[in-house]
């Protein structure tokens, strides 16, 4: 530790409880506050997906069609048959929140069973009605 209350860190010149600025100019054009605000409002929120970053994610459509062909199952079935991938509970809450399945959790065994709902049968049958548009090669 310096005497003017500072600390040197890989050749910076830290204040302490200062901030750490490493750009050439910071003490002649300091960042605006306005932008100080901005990037510190965007690392607090996280950013709301979007209905369609939340299809596009891998599986999902493989979920909601073999729900469409199998439902109700296990959620257990669907990790053996579909992927055990870390994030499968989350890609499971995105269909619920987007209405197109729900999960009951029965009580005797702790388990949850999966269900699509009939605006999750709609959307499989578009899917499937464009796997078969791009298949037919018209």
């Known amino acids: 530790m310096k005497t003017d209350g500072s600390e040197?860190?890989?050749?910076?010149?830290?204040?302490?409880?200062?901030?750490?600025?490493?750009?050439k100019d910071s003490e002649e054009?300091?960042?605006?506050?306005?932008?100080?605000?901005?990037?510190?409002?965007?690392?607090?929120?996280p950013a709301e997906r979007t209905v369609l970053e939340k299809i596009e994610a891998r599986h999902v459509m493989r979920i909601l069609l073999y729900l469409d062909k199998l439902s109700p199952v296990m959620k257990t079935d669907i990790y053996n048959d579909i992927s055990r991938c870390s994030n499968m509970a989350g890609k499971l809450q995105d269909l619920v929140e987007m209405g197109l399945i729900k999960l009951y959790t029965t009580g005797h065994v702790n388990s949850s069973v999966a269900v699509i709902t009939p605006k999750g049968r709609e959307v499989a049958a578009k899917v499937r009605e464009l796997i078969e548009y791009i298949e037919s090669g018209e």
Do not use: D, H, N, Q
């Open 29 to 45: 054009e300091p960042v605006p506050e306005e932008i100080l605000r901005l990037l510190s409002e965007r690392k607090k929120a």
């Open 8 to 23: 040197e860190v890989a050749g910076i010149k830290v204040p302490i409880g200062g901030k750490v600025e490493t750009r």
